[in-house]
Nanobody, 118 residues
Framework: QEQLVESGGGLAQPGGSLELSCAASGVSFNIYAMGWFRQAPGKQRELVAASTSGGVTYLHDSVKGRFSISRDKNSVHLQMNSLKPEDTALYSC??????????????WGQGTQVTVSS
């Protein structure tokens, strides 16, 4: 069964660092795009960072200069530095791929909690 398995997350102090990793399991092809969404209580889910298999990356304005995203085939890593309390959220990994008719297949991880607090 195709699935995304996440690791990392946890508790960090303001100014600290955490790394999130996500690896696809049961997927035999190269997933086109992988990235990380986050959702804080009472807020909408937002895309934090993404990377295509061609190396094109996206970072939300609020994390530029602090977070970085990297890909290794069907794995994606989010390095989070200079963490702020407002980065506290449930972070979820997502993969998107398309067939020759541009039908999208989506894959989601189970989510991992990131809490930034002193």
């Amino acid at each position: 069964q195709e699935q995304l398995v996440e690791s990392g997350g946890g508790l960090a102090q303001p100014g600290g660092s955490l790394e999130l990793s996500c690896a696809a399991s049961g997927v035999s092809f190269n997933i086109y795009a992988m990235g990380w969404f986050r959702q804080a209580p009472g807020k909408q889910r937002e895309l934090v960072a993404a990377s295509t298999s061609g190396g094109v990356t996206y970072l939300h304005d609020s994390v530029k200069g602090r977070f970085s995203i990297s890909r290794d085939k069907n794995s994606v890593h989010l390095q989070m530095n200079s963490l702020k309390p407002e980065d506290t959220a449930l972070y979820s990994c997502k993969g998107s791929d398309y067939d020759n008719r541009l039908n999208e297949s989506q894959y989601w991880g189970q989510g991992t909690q990131v809490t930034v607090s002193s």
